[in-house]
């Protein structure tokens, strides 16, 4: 079975810190999504990203965050000044031509002090 | 109204029994449907996709009833292997999905 593989596993950061989290989908995959969980509460879609940039995103997706396809296989989401409030886990998940995002990434779990 | 609505349980059910869940939608123009089952701090991961005919994957059942916005899903003797949060998730037809806060079910020995 393919896998979404994301790193780091657990990342601590002081707030105001930049983060980057780093995820490699699925390699024929066309669509990336970046979700986040804050503890206890529900999944939440953050972005949507094909053929090279952001086709939706929501409003908490705000300029503080930014997503990226550097190579053909990596899609990193940067936070550039995180709060308290961002930490969260934060999952990617990609998909082919068809169906839903299938297949979530492990997630990274932020955990800003 | 929140987009997608569960009961957050916990059901707490002895092995072998059927359990129902169900989840009401608020967007008319959704166009598919979902269960996925989250473990403790683990990912999302697809259960089932819920189709207006009712589909069946062994011994879970779902059914949508697009009229009413009311999706169901039910598993038939429980094993203790079941026990995770069951998440209702709707695609309104752009990229993204919506999940709903999950139910979180308990089966014991």
């Known amino acids: 079975e393919p896998e979404v593989t994301q790193t780091p596993s657990h990342q601590v950061t002081q707030m105001g810190q930049e983060v980057i989290l780093r995820c490699v989908p699925i390699?024929?995959?066309?669509?990336f999504y970046w979700y986040r969980q804050i503890l206890g509460q529900k999944v939440e879609f953050l972005v949507s990203f094909y053929n090279n940039e952001i086709s939706e995103k929501s409003e908490i997706f705000d300029d503080q965050f930014s997503v990226e396809r550097p190579d053909g296989s990596n899609f990193t989401l940067k936070i550039r000044s995180t709060k308290l409030e961002d930490s969260a886990m934060y999952f990617c998940?990609?998909?082919?031509?068809?169906?839903?995002?299938?297949?979530f990434g492990p997630g990274t779990r932020l955990t800003v002090t | 109204r929140k987009e997608v609505e569960q009961d957050p349980g916990p059901f707490n059910v002895p092995e072998g029994a059927t359990v129902a869940f169900n989840c009401t939608y608020s967007?008319?123009?959704?166009?598919?449907f979902f269960w996925y089952r989250q473990d403790c701090r683990k990912e999302p991961k697809l259960l089932m996709s819920?189709?207006?005919s009712g589909n069946e994957d062994g011994r879970f059942t779902a059914q949508l009833n697009r009229a009413s916005q009311y999706i169901s899903l039910l598993i038939r003797d429980s094993k203790l292997s079941d026990s995770a949060t069951y998440l209702c998730v709707v695609n309104t037809g752009f990229q993204k999905l919506v999940f709903g806060t999950g139910t979180r079910l308990l089966v014991s020995p």
């Open positions: 998940a990609s998909r082919g031509t068809q169906g839903p995002s299938k297949y």
């Open positions: 819920v189709y207006s």
């Open positions: 390699s024929n995959h066309l669509y």
């Open positions: 967007n008319s123009a959704s166009q598919s």
